[in-house]
């Protein structure tokens, strides 16, 4: 006689955000876009690119939503989330529109959490996955990781010009591949531990398998899309890159979970050499060392070098720690591991002495 086993009735899930668009030219549609949200419009622009970008937002918002346009500081830090909160109460907005870089759209997505209105995401890079998230990575104003903090909700919106993304330099795109590679391996990591994801739950299913494409993708378009970049074209090897990027990797890491990776990048920002390379390099280098944590050295060798085709870092030297001391070594270790950091969503148990050994064999 064959008994039935009780069935599982752990919660799990994943989030989205509320509409992807993408493609060449697609910031046109912004204005109508926007005007299904509200009248009134804080737009925050990335600092870097305000000249650039402003006329283009302008004319696209332009008798369809009244906007008032920002330049963003710099640092998505409190100070910066408040400033946007103070002009956009000021504004009367009932709409926040972030265009630009990770920070300038987490600075976005943190203001209208605490306004609590509408979001449209334009990224100009896709250098990251922080455009679909409900997470915004919070630092000091020198530059170091302060904290986490996880939004009520995902983007209304996020609007993606790949046109716009392909006259930026390769490096940015190469960066978000970086980003995007951690994806899988953090979520597999918290699929075999039982983690929980960035909804304090394990994942469901298609959460592992979109993790799992996105590999796959750029695995296979990752170094056709930097030639394509090269020649500031949004070729279809790009396209499907930066969807891999942005959404693949967004919903990836935020449904299926994220571990060792994010947490030693979360170390290596301890440290000022670091500060002048892009978020997803360094995470780049938490992949790889988190692959010698697991004593993988058959897809260390293959990760390593398919980072080095898609012009990634694979030393310490590469991402600016060319005197890789004890000293900084075991800083980077202290905050990767610290109590309830996300490294523990590993399957296995990392100590720092782990760690240490692992970025030891990345001089």
Known sequence: MLVESAPDITPRGARFPGRYIQAKGAIGLLGQEAAGFGKRAVALLDRGIFDLLETDIAAALSGHVEAKLIRHGGECSEHEIGSLVAAARNAQAELIIGAGGGKALDTTKAAARDLGLPVIIVPTIAASDAP??????????????????????????????????????????????????????????????????????????????????????????????????????????????????????GIGFESGGVAAAHAIHHGLCELEDVHHHLHGE?????????????????????????????????????????????????????????????????????????????????V
């Open 132 to 249: 679909c998230s409900a997470l915004a990575v919070i630092y000091n104003e020198d530059g170091t990781v302060a904290y986490d903090t996880f939004l009520p909700s995902n983007p209304n919106l996020v609007l993606v010009d790949t046109a716009l993304i392909a006259k930026a330099p390769a490096r940015f795109l190469a960066a978000g591949i970086g980003d995007a590679l951690a994806t899988w391996y953090e979520a597999d990591s918290c699929r075999q531990s039982g983690a929980s994801n960035c909804m304090r739950m394990p994942g469901v299913s298609l959460a592992f398998e979109i993790a799992r494409f996105c590999r796959d993708t750029i695995f296979k378009y990752g170094a056709a899309a930097l030639k394509e970049c090269d020649a500031g074209q949004a070729g279809p090897a790009l396209e499907r890159v930066v969807e891999a990027n942005i959404l693949l990797s």
């Open 282 to 362: 360094k995470v780049a280098i938490g992949v790889l060392a988190g692959l010698k944590i697991h004593g993988r050295e058959d897809e260390f060798l293959k990760v390593r070098d398919f980072c080095r085709s898609v012009r990634l870092p694979t030393r310490l030297a590469d991402i600016g720690i060319a005197d890789a001391t004890s000293d900084k070594l075991a800083t980077v270790a202290r905050r990767a591991c610290r109590p309830g950091e996300i490294i523990h969503n590993e399957p296995i148990p990392v100590s720092e002495a782990a760690v240490l050994t692992a970025l030891k064999e990345l």
